[in-house]
């Protein structure tokens, strides 16, 4: 079971929208049932639920305890447009690992094209409760990688004949990671990188680098 996302006001908690209808129609939650929800200050709440309808769900706090599953680093993943498939999987996991936030851009190799911003938006939702996350990693746009590195103060970009390990990249704290296309990068955007590192000798698919090199850049700086 997930933990959902509700106002709280004082020991009473609502939960409206789509989460509503997921816990009403999908979960068949009931009168009586205890759920969690959490509470962006800190906390994670049992809450005795009350009444439920398909775009309300209301109930009482029960119980709760201090609760902190944020990294201290947050790390964002800079992600070439991949197709559907893989670049959803790279946004549901990495929510789950603790992705700070996302930034979906052009690469010069690019196979996907579209930008369904909401849906992505919509899937960090999911993965965020799925995980108990306090918060939800936002989905932005860039146009290409140009614009990604210019408007980050601190980038590395995961290449795999990098003479640098990612591990051994622990500072700063707060880092953006840029995961190539399926291609790979061009020589061109190679030459816009301020840093890179490797992840091992070994090729990975784009959305297994996104995954493994958002667990390095966290375990390295302790999260």
């Excluded at 559907?84 to 690469?107: D, H, K, Y």
């Excluded at 590192?197 to 493994?212: H, I, K």
Aim: with cysteine.
């Amino acid at each position: 079971m997930p933990a959902f996302f509700g106002r709280r006001e004082r020991d009473h908690v609502v939960i409206e929208g789509g989460d509503a209808r997921h816990l009403a129609r999908s979960l068949r939650a009931r009168r009586g049932e205890s759920i969690d929800v959490v509470d962006p200050r800190g906390f994670l709440l049992t809450v005795r639920v009350e009444s439920v309808s398909a775009d309300r769900v209301e109930g009482h706090v029960v119980e709760e305890r201090a609760y902190q599953p944020e990294p201290s680093a947050h790390i964002t993943i800079a992600i070439a447009n991949l197709p559907a498939p893989s670049l959803e999987l790279v946004l549901s996991r990495c929510t789950e690992a603790g992705a700070s936030a996302f930034v979906v851009f052009n690469a010069d190799r690019s196979v996907g094209r579209g930008q369904k911003i909401e849906r992505w938006n919509a899937i960090c939702r999911e993965a965020a409760m799925l995980a108990a996350r306090l918060r939800v990693p936002e989905v932005s746009i860039a146009s290409d990688l140009d614009a990604v590195i210019g408007a980050a103060d601190a980038a590395v970009m995961l290449s795999r004949t990098a003479p640098r390990r990612l591990a051994e990249i622990t500072q700063p704290r707060d880092l953006k990671v840029l995961v190539g296309p399926e291609g790979g990068w061009t020589e061109r955007e190679l030459a816009l990188a301020t840093e890179t590192a490797s992840l091992g000798p070994r090729n990975l698919r784009a959305e297994t680098a996104a995954l493994v090199g958002l667990a390095i850049a966290l375990s390295a700086r302790g999260d």
